[in-house]
């Protein structure tokens, strides 16, 4: 695709710098990307970006998980230890609008390319990073993975079974929630910079991405003094609104309010519930929450799933399946969504990815080309930099560049 052809989408004349690797950066950079900014993804050389590496499941070699989170991205593969890719990073920020990184705090600043370093080449820059802890407190300078970050949260304490072990949630909820946080302040400065030219620091990391999932517990803590414990699939503030068992799987009801369960009552049969002093009220069902959980899977195990769904559907009451991962892609709904997407990329060929989540009336999201292969745009980069063909094939010798093969 021709990069001077205009991307549709509310971004499109935004130019990012993403030099972040696995997961929480990409995912910034990815979401930006979707939204029609032109994202450079820098990889460090030798190897590229980590998630390169993983080693299952591969699409005809290439990493399934690289590739889900690399679309929409121009690629080139630089050096940073290398004088000469220094020089080529700093002829880029230029014309750059951000600089996405989840290095360690200190890691660029030891290579000579802190953000004060950045904004003199450019005092417009918008740089952002993502790191373990943030870059102030006394653990700025620890490194960090999603896992530490659930731990140290506390996410890890209220995931889970009552009496259960310590769980992480199912996804790197801290990763991607860090990478969406990222998106939203870089956006946020975007607009800032659009109005006075003025670059800053956007700076996010995991621990507050996984803390900010935490603003019901956290609200009893504050409330109360008490930290709260796991409570399986159940809320901590209403029930019932959880995972129950019909008669061939699991599905979920959500009886928020004391008029969806009177709802409950009247689909289940069991209107006398309502007066049952043990559920007459939100709070006298989360006291006895036990027994009426026991009491609503002895009914929703006479019929199926889908029977008790078409009962709920009709009477009002929010209700869903617990679909396993492919039961939800493949729905029609998701499909509807554009959730679903399709690519071709050069060695894996025919690929599926998440589509965006976002939706716009007026300058709808676009996802054009799949992931890049390792330095399959340096060339074309550095071209739009001013680099002649020469210098670049000097760069490449040197090995401050790398480039794909034909590329």
Same mark, same amino acid.
């Given at each position: ?101 989840? @290095?360690? &705090? ?7 390319? =802190?953000? !004060?370093?950045? *904004? %003199?080449?450019?005092? #417009? +820059? ?6 373990? @802890?943030? &870059? ?7 490194? =960090?993975? !999603?896992?530490? *970050? %659930?731990?140290?949260? #506390? +996410? ?252």
């Amino acid at each position: 695709m021709d990069q001077q052809k205009k991307r549709s989408g509310p971004l499109s004349g935004m130019r990012v710098l993403e030099l972040a690797q696995i997961m929480a950066g990409p995912t910034a950079g990815m979401m930006l990307a979707d939204m029609g900014a032109d994202v450079i993804k820098v990889e460090k050389l030798p190897g590229g970006d980590d998630a390169r590496g993983y080693a299952e499941p591969r699409v005809n070699g290439v990493s399934a998980p690289f590739l889900m989170l690399n679309r929409n991205k121009r690629g080139i593969a630089l050096n940073l230890k290398h004088p000469q890719g220094r020089e080529v990073l700093l002829r880029l920020v230029k014309d750059a609008d951000v600089l996405i990184e989840n @290095y360690r &705090r200190g890691t660029l600043e030891k290579l000579g390319l =802190g953000y !004060d370093v950045l *904004a %003199q080449a450019n005092p #417009g +820059l918008i740089y952002c990073a993502i790191s373990g @802890y943030g &870059r102030t407190g006394p653990y700025a300078d620890r490194g =960090g993975f !999603d896992l530490i *970050a %659930q731990g140290f949260a #506390g +996410l890890m304490s209220i995931t889970g079974e009552p009496g259960g072990p310590p769980l992480k949630t199912g996804n790197p909820v801290a990763d991607i929630n860090a990478g969406i946080l990222a998106a939203a302040g870089i956006c946020a400065a975007y607009a800032h910079k659009l109005r006075t030219g003025q670059g800053q620091i956007v700076d996010t990391s995991l621990l507050e991405a996984a803390l900010q999932q935490t603003y019901w517990h956290a609200a009893i803590y504050f409330a109360t003094g008490e930290s709260p414990g796991p409570s399986g699939s159940a809320h901590v503030l209403t029930a019932p609104y959880q995972a129950f068992r019909a008669k061939d799987g699991w599905l979920n009801i959500g009886g928020a309010n004391q008029a969806n369960w009177e709802r409950i009552t009247e689909v289940l049969g069991h209107r006398e519930w309502r007066d049952d002093p043990r559920f007459r009220t939100n709070s006298d069902r989360l006291r006895n929450r036990e027994v009426l959980v026991t009491l609503m899977n002895e009914v929703l195990a006479t019929r199926t799933r889908a029977e008790w769904i078409a009962a709920f559907d009709a009477a009002g009451v929010p209700a869903g399946p617990v679909h396993s991962i492919g039961e939800a892609l493949e729905h029609a709904q998701t499909q509807a969504r554009g959730m679903v997407v399709a690519l071709h990329h050069p060695q894996a060929g025919r690929t599926q990815a998440l589509g965006c989540p976002l939706h716009f009336s007026a300058t709808p999201t676009a996802i054009e080309r799949p992931a890049p292969l390792l330095g399959e745009h340096t060339r074309e980069v550095l071209r739009e930099a001013g680099y002649s063909d020469a210098q670049i094939a000097a760069l490449a010798d040197c090995g401050a560049i790398a480039l794909a093969a034909g590329a």
